[in-house]
């Protein structure tokens, strides 16, 4: 923005030396309003918070996603099994769902998605040998870290976009890895849709639409927090035992935009964080088409989370994307899009989200 800044008041003066009038007028009026835009632009920047820490056990640490995100969920779930204890599976798929493939992406997005008839669905067991492999190469966490982990995992009967052949080998995955029938939750509704259920904000509940939260009648916060923690304290009436607050994404990782992340993450700190209560952390991927900057704070204000959040002492982290031209969408990158190591812990989005987790916990 700087550089932009002073671009234009390099050419400022060339530009009001014609002989138009009119036309300069004009011309300074739009040059002004441009400059006072970007000075503002560059305050609000310089003004943006830094993440910060506070008394946190980081190895109770935990994910949760819709879509794109509960992939990324999954993906950082599996990765950093030493640290997190449990993950949200909103329409999401297993680990390595597209087994790094490259070549005919497409076959393989629908096979992770939306398998046919001519297009078969994920193969678990071959997708946990691979998970093997990878960490006794140790890019991601052993596979035994898993085993007494708590796993949710959701499906709607009216989602199209991720279907629940695709959820089935998520839950296969998981059982191949270790993880007992009672370790995991596995719920749907027939009448939702592909979205983040509540008891009463967003759309119909049959809806697969901005912003991809519905009324359900149904708490899907509260549901994969209970799952992941076990008997929670009742909800907060309204989330304003805590703050939710605006951070740099950037201070933490400065070549964020080159990855596809925001300038500006989001956290809810409850009240009793803030006053130095032992904490957890649970991380909300949002889904395609559902960062901030399309659908404003419908997630990381209204999704269900914070409520829940203020009385349990959960620290609740919602990272966020950006349109860019390799991920117009803002999806989380489960495919490879960013980098090759996008499933391993050095993964440049994986790493940028624990980079966040631990700077919460004040851990190095």
């Known amino acids: 923005r700087c550089h932009a800044t002073l671009f234009i008041c390099c050419h400022l003066t060339g530009l009001l030396c014609g002989r138009d009038e009119r036309r300069n007028n004009v011309t300074t009026a739009k040059i002004i309003a441009l400059l006072v835009s970007l000075l503002l632009a560059n305050n609000n920047a310089a003004a943006l918070s830094a993440l910060g820490s506070y008394n946190v056990d980081i190895e109770r640490s935990s994910v949760s996603g819709l879509s794109a995100g509960a992939y990324m969920a999954v993906q950082m779930h599996v990765a950093f099994s030493a640290t997190l204890v449990g993950a949200g599976i909103i329409a999401g798929g297993p680990f390595y769902c597209t087994e790094g ?73 998981y059982k191949f890895a270790g993880l007992a029938d009672r370790n995991i939750a596995y719920v749907s509704n027939p009448l939702a849709g592909h979205a983040i259920l509540t008891k009463n904000y967003g759309n119909v509940c049959l809806a697969s639409a901005t912003p991809f939260i519905n009324d359900c009648d149904y708490d899907q916060a509260g549901a994969i927090l209970g799952h992941i923690y076990g008997k929670l304290s009742p909800p907060a009436p309204a989330a304003d035992h805590g703050e939710l607050r605006e951070f740099s994404q950037t201070e933490l990782i400065p070549d964020a935009r080159t990855h596809s992340l925001s300038d500006i993450g989001y956290v809810y700190l409850p009240r ?51 349109s860019t031209r390799r991920n117009p969408n803002a999806c989380w990158d489960w495919w490879g899009y960013d980098s090759a190591d996008y499933y391993t812990k050095k993964g440049p989005q994986m790493a940028a989200v624990m980079a966040m987790i631990k700077r919460l916990a004040n851990a190095h």
């Open 101 to 173: 493939n490259r070549f005919a992406l497409w076959f393989y997005l629908y096979q992770c998605t939306h398998p046919l008839f001519w297009v078969p669905g994920p193969n678990a067991a071959r997708l946990v040998q691979a998970a093997q492999e990878f960490a006794a190469s140790g890019v991601i966490d052993e596979l035994r870290h898993l085993r007494n982990d708590r796993v949710y995992l959701f499906s709607g009967g009216n989602d199209y976009l991720v279907t629940r052949d695709v959820v089935n080998q998520t839950r296969a995955f």
């Open 272 to 322: 009793s964080c803030l006053q130095g209560s032992r904490c957890k952390v649970h991380v909300v991927f949002h889904g395609c088409e559902q960062a901030a900057e399309r659908v404003g704070d419908a997630v990381y204000r209204w999704a269900g989370y914070n409520n829940w959040a203020a009385t349990n002492s959960i620290i609740v982290l919602y990272p966020q994307l950006v």
